[in-house]
């Protein structure tokens, strides 16, 4: 697998998912949907599990999620991510469907690292959006992911 210049792993980026990706690069979150009903689906997967269509097409969704739980890994870690820890790895539910679910890093500013928000702080429910992040692998490759800003009230 390829890690980032910096060591963190890089995501796989299979063909299926390639309108997700093409869509992050864009600064969007895209989700497979069904060209027979309509129904969103993440991952993406050849057919519909609601009216078993393979038709199907990529649609940009609304950024806004909410924290639907997390995760904070603990040692033994690889060595980029030891050097970030604790940390906080949230699966986040979207707005526009809650079965809709993606994983990734909190942060309390777009520009932020992973270990910027201190996991005791995290709460399940709390708002979030999406921000993109290029990662640069260490051979040459490239790719845009989702991390998820919390909303903080103002």
Not at 47 to 52: A, G, I, S, T, V
Request: glycine content about 8%.
């Amino acid at each position: 697998m390829a890690s980032t210049t910096d060591g963190f792993m890089m995501p796989l980026v299979a063909e299926e998912a390639a309108g997700f990706w093409e869509g992050t690069a864009a600064g969007e979150l895209r989700m497979q949907a069904c060209s027979s009903c309509g129904t969103l689906r993440f991952p993406p997967r050849p057919m519909c599990p609601r009216c078993r269509s393979t038709e199907r097409h990529w649609q940009a969704v609304s950024s806004s999620a909410t924290v639907w739980s997390f995760v904070v890994p603990h040692p033994p870690l690889l060595p980029a991510y030891q050097a970030v820890s604790p940390y906080a790895v949230a699966v986040v539910a979207l707005d526009e469907d809650p079965r809709l679910r993606l994983v990734g890093n909190l942060l309390d500013t777009p520009d932020g690292g992973i270990g910027q928000v201190d996991p005791a702080s995290v709460k399940i429910g709390e708002a979030v959006d999406a921000v993109f992040v290029t990662l640069h692998g260490d051979n040459g490759s490239q790719v845009t992911v989702p991390r998820w800003l919390r909303r903080h009230a103002s």
